[in-house]
């Protein structure tokens, strides 16, 4: 399956140089006493984590679905997604809280020039192990890589802020500006962790609707209804019902449908089911399509 072994390969890399990148900030937080560089160690630690325990159980991903698995193994790809959100956002939070008690307890003065340099570094890295993950994504259709690629974007992203924001404070040191010097740190951290926190919050939110199988977005709804409509166009049949939920990168679609002269035949209704399903399918790659004959007495398309 090459969608499996190119989603492989991303997470391998993302996982690795994640990882890499993690352990040397976490040391060099120990050795500047920085708590932007914490907590982007420690961001980056959590994301690794959960990153490598999705990675072990991707193969469960691609099985096909079963009677004992209507839907296949798709939501634990919502619930991988579920447990990184939450994590981030409570990671998030707690340092959040940290900064603003170290704040209030005089800050805390670190080597600017030191970690501005340091941060530009991980920020050029960032930027490599993106462009890298962007080539390899062609044609992969996968909730946990788009993770991936927006949590690289936003590291590079704070990498470069973090960076400009020590290097300017290098300029403070003989002015009178001097005395922000002991809160430039705590300030930066606070600043990346609100910025971060809308990401993990969004993430959360997703994979809740994906798990309890709520529909997908209203564009989406729409662009599925109005392929079906087509394709049932020059048939006697129509469109009664749509049952359509999301479970992970899967959308799963029951079309109920009524025959206005009340016959069904069985060949035209699987050449629908074929058709409706390649158009789909070159808007979304993962998506499965039944046709079921609704048989509500009460259906209003058959009075």
Same mark, same amino acid.
């Given at each position: 399956m090459k969608s499996m072994r190119k989603e492989k390969i991303i997470l391998n890399l993302s996982t690795w140089s994640g990882g890499l990148i993690a352990v040397i900030e976490l040391m060099m937080a120990w050795y500047s006493r920085s708590q932007a560089v914490l907590m982007d160690g420690i961001f980056d630690s959590s994301e690794v984590l959960v990153s490598a325990a999705f990675l072990i159980m991707?193969?469960?991903i691609y099985k096909k679905e079963t009677e004992k698995m209507?839907?296949?193994? *798709?939501?634990?790809?919502?619930?991988? =997604?579920?447990?990184?959100?939450?994590?981030l956002t409570v990671i998030t939070?707690?340092?959040?809280? &940290?900064n603003i008690k170290m704040i209030l307890n005089g800050g805390n003065q670190v080597d600017s020039m030191l970690i501005g340099i340091f941060e530009l570094v991980i920020c050029v890295f960032s930027i490599v192990v993106l462009g890298l993950i962007l080539k390899i994504n062609h044609g992969v259709n996968?909730?946990?890589?788009k993770a991936e690629i927006v949590s690289w974007k936003i590291d590079a992203a704070c990498c470069f802020g973090v960076s400009a924001a020590f290097l300017v404070q290098v300029f403070l040191k003989n002015t009178v500006f001097v005395w922000m010097g002991r809160y430039i740190d705590q300030v930066v951290a606070i600043i990346i962790a609100v910025v971060m926190l809308p990401?993990?919050?969004?993430?959360?939110?997703?994979?809740?609707?994906?798990?309890?199988?709520? *529909?997908? #977005? &209203?564009?989406?709804i729409a662009m599925i209804k109005k392929i079906v409509d087509e394709e049932l166009q020059g048939t006697p049949y129509d469109a009664s019902f749509y049952d359509i939920v999301q479970t #992970?990168?899967?959308?799963?679609? &029951?079309?109920?449908?009524?025959?206005?002269?009340?016959?069904?035949? =069985?060949?035209?209704?699987r050449k629908l089911k074929q058709q409706i399903n390649m158009k789909l399918q070159t808007q979304i790659a993962d998506i499965s399509v039944e046709i079921t004959l609704?048989?509500?007495?009460?259906?209003?398309?058959?009075?």
């Open positions: 991707l193969p469960f209507p839907y296949g193994y *798709a939501q634990l790809e919502s619930i991988f =997604i579920l447990i990184k959100g939450s994590m939070l707690d340092l959040i809280y &940290e996968s909730q946990v890589v990401q993990p919050m969004k993430m959360v939110w997703e994979s809740l609707k994906s798990i309890i199988l709520i *529909a997908p #977005g &209203e564009e989406i #992970g990168r899967k959308i799963w679609v &029951e079309v109920y449908i009524v025959s206005r002269n009340d016959y069904i035949y =069985i060949h035209q209704i609704d048989l509500d007495e009460n259906n209003p398309l058959e009075e």
